[in-house]
């Protein structure tokens, strides 16, 4: 609303407070109104101009006014001018350039723009396999189980029927923590390599049958390459009840791959080694990327070097010496058998979302990890 300067003919105390506490308000109303900079230049003109700005008629005023008024009119003038005047000021900030130029801030907020949208991420790949994975055993009645990542000896080696000082604990590049050397070694600490020492850690918490599966990090004293990463991620399986056979894991892992790669995968098992079972084998599934040809076309196809088989776990039936460690929960070798597997979790997201390099998993560049959002 447009203000007129008013023209006083009554210059009482109590007239000259409403007089300008009036021109105050109309001074905020003015100030909220103003949207743009160009209104903005209009408004200040309004009232800041020498000539005929609203302050210099104001002053006019002042000079007609009888000398008996001129104290008090004096006052709430001078109190006026610094009130614009600083007003004024206050919506200008040196812009940001260094231009050095003033630039206006405006107070007034428009409700209607959208707000700030947070960009709220996403599964990590790795993350994301590890979890597809973990719900195939779910849906198979399989619960999940966790561990620590800093392990003894003794979880990680000694009750996996790895003997101290056996050669088996060689393969394993297994990372220490240091200044251990005053304790007994099935008490020192380390990285654990795998997950297989949450299959001690829940049977001595679980009484069988059990079904468990068991995501975890773990890391090995690998230099890193385009395949290897210090630290990286398994899945692990355990399923532990009187009369379990080779034939109920090669058909639950049979029936696990199916699930996961597509029904079209078929399995095949290779005679290896494992302390911690008897008989162990690997575990191959034919090559989802080229069905199993070797070839991709007539180029010959990568992920499975030509064979048409692609490794993607070690597995076994539970080594009876390793139930002899929980025997007192239950776990009678003459009584029960089992069978349990591990796989990598990020070997498999490699091949599957057909990432050539394990490191852009790790390095946290948002540009890679955007193709998952
Ligand atoms: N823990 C083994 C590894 O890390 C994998 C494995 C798990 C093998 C369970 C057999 C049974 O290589």
């Known amino acids: 609303m447009a203000y007129t300067v008013f023209k006083l003919t009554d210059y009482s105390a109590s007239t000259l407070l409403k007089t300008f506490a009036d021109a105050k308000l109309a001074f905020g109303d003015g100030m909220r109104e103003v949207k743009s900079e160009a209104e903005w230049k209009v408004f200040r003109d309004l009232w800041m101009a020498r000539k005929n700005g609203i302050l210099t008629q104001i002053n006019d005023q002042f000079k007609k006014a009888p000398k008996e008024a001129k104290r008090e009119f004096g006052q709430h003038l001078n109190e006026l001018k610094q009130y614009v005047e600083s007003e004024i000021d206050g919506r200008h900030k040196f812009s940001e350039d260094g231009s050095g130029q003033l630039a206006v801030q405006f107070e007034s907020v428009d409700i209607s723009l959208p707000g700030v949208r947070r960009p709220i991420g996403a599964e990590h790949p790795v993350i994301k396999t590890s979890n597809e994975m973990v719900r195939v055993f779910q849906k198979l ?126 399995t095949s098992f290779r005679p290896s080694f494992f302390p911690f079972t008897e008989p162990s084998a690997e575990m191959f599934v034919s090559c989802f990327i080229c069905g199993g040809s070797g070839k991709r076309g007539a180029e010959p196809c990568r992920p499975c070097k030509q064979t048409g088989w692609i490794e993607i776990l070690g597995c076994g039936m539970v080594d009876p010496n390793v139930f002899e460690f929980v025997k007192d929960n239950g776990y009678d070798p003459r009584k029960v058998s089992g069978f349990a597997f591990g796989m990598g979790a990020d070997r498999i997201a490699l091949l599957k979302y057909g990432v050539d390099d394990i490191q852009l998993f790790f390095q946290g560049d948002v540009r890679f990890l955007q193709q998952w959002a």
């Open 141 to 266: 009645g399989y619960s999940v189980a966790d561990g620590p990542v800093v392990e003894t000896d003794y979880y990680n080696f000694e009750a996996l029927n790895f003997p101290p000082n056996h050669p088996a604990r060689d393969t394993q590049d297994t990372l220490f923590i240091s200044g251990q050397e005053g304790k007994a070694q099935r008490e020192r600490l380390l990285l654990r390599t795998h997950t297989s020492p949450v299959q001690i850690r829940t049977m001595e918490k679980m009484r069988p049958p059990i079904r468990i599966v068991i995501p975890g990090t773990v890391h090995r004293n690998d230099p890193a390459d385009a395949s290897h990463s210090p630290m990286f991620h398994q899945i692990e399986g355990l399923a532990v009840d009187t009369n379990i056979t080779f034939g109920d894991l090669k058909g639950t892992l049979d029936h696990a791959m199916k699930e996961f790669f597509g029904s079209s995968v078929k």
